[in-house]
């Protein structure tokens, strides 16, 4: 089944504590982006890649990091988590012919 | 910048009535796509319809259709039989066809469709 996972679902950390958001599909898309959905504002791109060790900021790329070693994997990275990064993530991959992006399940992270 | 407007920030039907969404975009891309997610309660963004500006035939998929008005600017979507399955928040999304370029997919802020039985 084509698809996009994340993990984790759900995480509830502590300020300043690194984490990492995995992302993987198994489409063999070339492209994949990293959104935060927040009430009121819609989605909002983090960083995308157009291909492997091809990254790029998107519009609100501050206090995250990404790399793509695996075309596959695409993970999300915060090195020091604020509360104003509580949020819902979505991860989301794309081909160069449908344009599409398909998204994954979304994780919601909350930083106290 | 691209931009995307949604000016209804919630909406209501009756089962089995019709109901139109609005969208308008601003670009100065003649080359792009339009579509339309829709975000359920359990928040999976699910692709509803998806519109080439190339195209000047609306797009249609089952109940969906688009009212694609290129020169205006304006992609809305009308949902026909409304079902009570078709609650959900919808979201209009611009993408430019940047083979190689930037990626990136504007939203707007969507739209809370809810259908009353």
């Known amino acids: 089944e084509a698809q996009v996972t994340q993990n984790p679902r759900y995480l509830i950390t502590v300020t300043g504590k690194k984490l990492t958001v995995t992302c993987s599909q198994n489409?063999?898309?070339?492209?994949m982006s990293w959104y935060r959905q927040d009430p009121g504002l819609g989605l909002r791109q983090i960083y995308y890649?157009?291909?492997?060790?091809?990254?790029d900021k998107g519009d609100v790329p501050e206090g995250y990091k990404v790399s793509r070693k695996e075309k596959r994997n695409f993970p999300l990275i915060l090195e020091s988590p604020s509360p104003n990064q509580t949020s819902l993530y979505f991860c989301?991959?794309?081909?160069?012919?449908?344009?599409?992006?398909?998204f994954g399940p979304g994780t919601r992270l909350t930083v106290t | 910048a691209q931009t995307v407007t949604q000016s209804q920030p919630e909406m209501s039907v009756q089962e089995a009535e019709t109901v139109t969404l609005s969208c308008t975009y601003d670009?100065?891309?003649?080359?792009?796509?339009l579509f339309w997610y829709k975000q359920p309660p359990s928040r999976q963004m699910i692709l509803v319809i998806r519109q080439e500006a190339y195209k000047q035939q609306n797009a249609t998929e089952n109940r969906f259709s688009v009212n694609f008005q290129k020169a205006a600017k304006s992609f809305s979507l009308k949902i026909s039989d409304s079902q009570l399955g078709d609650a959900a928040m919808y979201f209009c999304a611009y993408r430019t066809p940047t083979q190689g370029g930037s990626e990136k997919l504007v939203f707007g802020k969507g739209t809370k469709l809810t259908v009353n039985p």
């Open positions: 890649s157009m291909n492997v060790e091809v990254t």
């Open positions: 989301a991959s794309s081909s160069y012919t449908t344009y599409e992006q398909y």
């Open positions: 670009t100065s891309e003649s080359d792009y796509y």
């Open positions: 489409m063999n898309h070339e492209y």
